[in-house]
């Protein structure tokens, strides 16, 4: 074997030395010898070097006073900034999706518009202006508005034109204003950013809903007794210790009658309401119950409290308080729906069950926490993605399923319609090229632990029908059709057991759950659960275990007896993690704490270093789990 070196700015010279002492063999020295000559780092001394060093330095000081300088004239700028559209290329124009705000807009699809703009933050001193004064564009002034999540993580915020912003305002924020809401105490500026910035998520407008059928109540939350090892925000210590853990088992959802969406679990948006409902016969359940009792059990009381009669009143969806995030800023449910009513709003669905679902990948994270897994057990776990790369070229199915040419795929582009059509297209030129790259791409993708497994990923629900008891028979301890440890996903009827799975995966988060959809003593979850989802007991602390919610996550369900037999292995003497997230305190939205805002989360929402760390320990010898518990309380209050 020969010793490699790093020989930047060696002469040719040191490499001849190199090859003589065997270091080097002759091919490589020539490309060496070719590299240093391309680069023009043949003969350099080393007082060439350092004067090189020097003149880069001195170059980074001018760099850096330069800066400093252009930070100093942006602090000067007491005008409204004025683009110079002449600057702006034909790639600064982007496509958005439709949603609540184009739709409100009148924007259409495949239509120019310059009533959004979309700014990407370079310097913060320029942003501060913009958020405090705008800018001028084609003589029309351009305000902000907000930013998601997604465009956060990039530094960009949504800019409007004033003029439409003025005029559709009331429709935007359903009535409300900044105003009205410091006035009522205010709010933590990021969370009302970012509940604004829900108005901006890719919907389509859910056109069978009806506002005047539908209630908000309180969240079914009850106290699950467990084992769990509690985490002191303050000190960081860890104690193991039984505890009865409050568990808000319908955080982020709802329920609505399965004709409205197809039978199908479906997230929604609207102003301040955001999250997933559960397709449930909820109706149904009140007559039996009501049958059963010889009292309506259909008598609920909204958040506010007053109380209605959901079969009377013809009630189709159910959301939940934690669904309607500004809800203390109006007077009533009534309230709301006719603001809602009076100002054109209107509902979006923003994700939907698909009809058919593929199987998934599970990726390093996942794998890292298993960290006594033999080479059998890795070969075995591959053997799917191995097949796959070896049959690229000559089967068909695995070639269409590579292309996304499946039933299982909801948004085919016309390529992979055709191809489903008429499969004799894998022949062009054109797509064995695809292949070819597809094939180096999953290669890839698998040496960084990317694999095909038997699993799905399936939204994950509460138990439902423990909510109608809860609800609509005032059981505050309701029994439900799942027992502790059990779970109900119908898409894997072969299968007893799934490894339940979330991302990011931090901890060692590998909950092994009985599934009980072959069981006959659960045949109610058959009659009263959807087919295309995975419900969770309410007798259970798994939602601690993967830090979900019930809005719209998605967990990746596994019925791989390989991955299901390492994980039951490794969740020995793992316990859930249980730890407070300080809260951010209401206050007065102003432009100077939007701002403040903003930069806050442009700069402190980074949460890539701590999970590379947690990698670095799951990857050591002997990994350390009590500093991953401790990062993952850091990592989350990051986000919070």
């Not at 002191?232 to 399965?258: A, F, K, N, W």
Request: hydrophobic residues 40%; proline residues 2%.
């Amino acid at each position: 074997m020969l010793r490699v070196e790093k020989i930047n700015n060696k002469t040719e010279a040191d490499v001849i030395r190199m090859v003589q002492r065997g270091e080097l063999n002759t091919s490589s020295a020539e490309r060496k010898i070719a590299a240093l000559r391309r680069d023009g780092a043949t003969n350099f001394s080393q007082e060439r070097i350092d004067e090189l060093a020097l003149r880069n330095k001195e170059i980074t000081k001018e760099l850096n006073e330069g800066k400093q300088k252009l930070k100093e004239l942006f602090n000067e700028n007491k005008e409204v900034r004025i683009v110079r559209t002449d600057c702006i290329r034909p790639s600064s124009i982007i496509s958005i999706f439709e949603s609540f705000l184009t739709r409100t807009l009148g924007l259409k699809a495949d239509e120019f518009t310059d009533a959004i703009v979309i700014i990407r933050v370079f310097f913060f001193e320029v942003f501060h202006n913009l958020v405090h004064d705008g800018f001028m564009m084609n003589g029309k002034k351009y305000v902000f508005l907000s930013a998601s999540a997604g465009q956060i993580r990039t530094k960009k915020a949504v800019m409007i034109r004033e003029d439409l912003w003025l005029k559709h305002q009331k429709t935007i924020m359903c009535g409300l204003t900044v105003d009205k809401i410091n006035e009522l105490g205010g709010c933590n500026t990021n969370k009302f950013l970012a509940y604004l910035a829900l108005c901006n998520s890719a919907t389509d407008l859910w056109a069978g809903f009806d506002i005047d059928k539908s209630i908000v109540v309180d969240d079914m939350e009850t106290l699950v007794h467990g084992l769990v090892d509690h985490i002191d925000s303050s000190t960081y210590e860890i104690t193991r210790q039984e505890m009865d853990v409050p568990i808000t088992h319908t955080d982020g959802c709802g329920m609505v009658l399965p004709h409205l969406t197809s039978g199908k679990n479906t997230m929604v948006r609207l102003p301040w309401v955001k999250g997933l409902l559960g397709a449930f016969q909820f109706d149904e359940f009140v007559r039996q119950a009501s049958d059963a009792t010889g009292w309506n059990c259909g008598l609920v009381k909204d958040i506010y409290g007053k109380q209605h009669d959901v079969l009377d009143e013809g009630i189709e969806v159910i959301f939940t308080k934690s669904q309607f995030k500004l809800w203390k800023y109006y007077e009533s449910w009534d309230s709301y729906k006719e603001q809602f009513k009076q100002y054109g709003c209107t509902a979006g669905i923003c994700n939907m069950e698909e009809d058919v679902i593929d199987n998934a990948t599970i990726n390093y994270q996942m794998l890292q926490t298993l960290t006594d897994l033999t080479d059998d057990e890795l070969k075995a776990i591959a053997s799917t993605t191995n097949y796959k790369l070896q049959h690229l070229a000559n089967d068909k199915k695995t070639m269409l399923r590579a292309l996304g040419a499946t039933a299982g795929n909801p948004n085919k582009t016309d390529l992979q319609r055709c191809l489903m059509l008429y499969p004799e297209l894998l022949q062009d030129a054109y797509l064995k090229e695809e292949l070819r790259s597809l094939k180096a791409s999953t290669q890839k993708q698998a040496w960084a632990g990317k694999l095909d497994v038997h699993g799905k990923y399936l939204f994950v629900l509460p138990d439902l029908y423990a909510f109608c008891e809860w609800l609509f028979c005032g059981d505050k301890n309701p029994r439900g059709l799942l027992d502790d440890g059990e779970v109900y996903a119908e898409l894997f009827p072969k299968s007893d057991k799934l490894d339940c799975l979330r991302s990011p995966h931090l901890y060692r988060e590998h909950p092994v759950r009985r599934n009980v959809c072959g069981d006959d003593s659960k045949s109610l979850c058959r009659v009263w659960f959807s087919k295309r989802a995975i419900y969770t007991s309410c007798h259970d602390l798994i939602s601690k275990v993967l830090q979900f919610d019930n809005d719209g996550d998605k967990l990746l369900c596994v019925a791989d007896k390989t991955i299901i037999n390492a994980a039951e292995r490794n969740m020995q003497g793992i316990v859930p993690l249980d730890y407070d997230l300080r809260k951010a305190a209401a206050a007065p939205i102003t432009l100077d704490s939007v701002y403040g805002g903003m930069t806050a989360a442009y700069t402190g929402g980074n949460i890539g270093p701590i999970s590379n760390t947690i990698s670095k320990i799951w990857n050591s010898d002997e990994p350390d789990i009590e500093s991953v518990a401790r990062l993952c309380l850091i990592n989350n209050e990051t986000i919070e």
